[in-house]
């Protein structure tokens, strides 16, 4: 029998391997390696299973998985077999990469937020998990994973956070795994935004995103759709997705109802300034369906998460001295529609938020027009502002009266 001080003090005396053993058919291989092994008959046949290496695995362990493969001979299992059998399983276990593809062919491609949670997967956790295979992620990868998100951006933590529950939900399902290991973990608490840009911040952004401006490295489209969020009010995503076809004769932008969070269509008329900028992005779109192409493949839209990147990366550039994200634009055009005295359900309907409570069922009223008064009052009171010409129109702002 073996001991574990022969074995620590054992050295080949050529570069032959030799065999050296212990009991019941328990051995070990020496030579660059040294490599546990067990010699068993099965069925009147010879065979003979690696069993791992020395000292990773002790002797005390490779007698114990010895005694375990031996107990499986008892059983009328083959422990060789057992053995390949549960190798070749793991090699066709699914690995990250592989369940998201899954996921998204089953169900996110059918679903309006389904290019988001594949975007935040891909991004946010493929580098560090994507070869991995699903059943080996646990819940304290997950915890530490989320931590360190929650670092530089908490609530793209729990943006990732959410893409993971339906993702390991959906594994489950398939009876990939057993459980979730996303349960019990939290979703940190959010704080809602409250970010307006003053006058000269508006200022400050309208010039960094001049096209001649070569100091702010912002892809040129990127910074027009900026532009065109702050004048119009509409969403990151919904300015990023806009197509040539969705703007009319009358310069109305009609945004498609999968394309709007709400799920109802929505239409956005669009002043002299918002065409002006339009009319530029056609000269960097080239053939594409969309207005604001990405930079890498012209049938492709730009992403809003571009549009974060971007301001992240060069608000302090441009002469902010507080952070402000692409949304926020929006939100300074709702907060400057009320300063400029446009009633609450007019500045409502033109961010495209649905009517509340009875309202949403008796009024059915467009507010087409009210929304282009609305946004050409905002037109002149930007120009003002950026100190731009109102080209014919009046540099007086007529306000609207608010209803009593």
């Given at each position: 029998m073996l001991t574990e001080l022969q074995l620590q003090r054992f050295t080949p005396r050529s570069s032959k391997r030799i065999e050296l053993w212990d009991k019941n058919g328990l051995g070990i291989r020496i030579g660059k390696k040294k490599k546990w092994f067990l010699k068993y008959n099965f069925e009147g046949v010879a065979k003979r299973i690696t069993l791992g290496e020395y000292p990773a695995i002790s002797l005390v362990e490779a007698r114990q998985k010895a005694s375990e493969a031996i107990l499986e001979m008892q059983r009328g299992v083959d422990p060789g077999a057992a053995k390949q059998e549960a190798r070749n399983a793991y090699k066709a276990a699914p690995t990250f990469i592989d369940i998201i593809q899954e996921l998204w062919e089953r169900e996110l491609q059918h679903k309006r937020s389904g290019k988001g949670t594949r975007g935040l997967l891909e991004r946010d956790v493929v580098p560090a998990w994507g070869k991995r295979k699903v059943a080996e992620v646990k819940r304290r990868d997950i915890v530490l994973l989320l931590d360190k998100i929650a670092e530089r951006a908490p609530i793209t933590r729990n943006r990732v956070h959410g893409a993971l529950s339906r993702l390991f939900n959906f594994a489950a399902e398939r009876g990939i795994i057993d459980d979730s290991p996303c349960t019990r973990i939290r979703k940190l608490p959010e704080k809602g935004r409250s970010r307006v840009l003053n006058n000269e911040e508006i200022k400050l952004f309208w010039d960094a995103l001049d096209l001649d401006n070569i100091e702010i490295d912002i892809y040129r489209l990127s910074k027009l759709a900026l532009k065109l969020i702050l004048l119009t009010g509409q969403r990151p995503g919904e300015v990023t997705g806009m197509?040539?076809?969705?703007?009319?004769?009358?310069?109305?932008?009609?945004?498609?109802?999968?394309?709007?969070?709400?799920?109802?269509p929505h239409t956005v008329p669009l002043t002299g300034l918002a065409m002006d900028i339009i009319e530029q992005a056609r000269q960097y779109s080239s053939d594409s369906p969309f207005v604001f192409r990405s930079s890498y493949k012209e049938d492709t839209p730009m992403t809003a998460h571009a549009l974060s990147r971007?301001?992240?990366?060069?608000?302090?550039?441009?002469?902010?001295?507080?952070?402000?994200?692409?949304?926020?634009?929006?939100?300074?055009?709702?907060?400057?529609?009320?300063?400029?005295?446009?009633?609450?359900?007019?500045?409502e309907r033109v961010l495209g938020h649905k009517l509340q409570g009875i309202m949403a069922v008796y009024n059915r009223h467009s507010y087409d027009n009210e929304k282009r008064q609305a946004l050409g009052k905002w037109d002149l009171r930007l120009r003002q502002i950026v100190g731009i010409?109102?080209?014919?129109?009046?540099?007086?702002?007529?306000?609207?009266q608010r209803a009593n």
């Open positions: 197509r040539w076809e969705e703007i009319d004769e009358d310069n109305i932008w009609n945004i498609p109802a999968e394309r709007m969070k709400g799920q109802e971007a301001v992240t990366r060069h608000w302090q550039e441009m002469g902010f001295e507080e952070k402000f994200t692409p949304h926020d634009l929006r939100r300074t055009l709702r907060t400057r529609l009320a300063e400029i005295c446009v009633d609450d359900i007019i500045g010409e109102s080209e014919g129109q009046t540099a007086k702002i007529i306000l609207f």
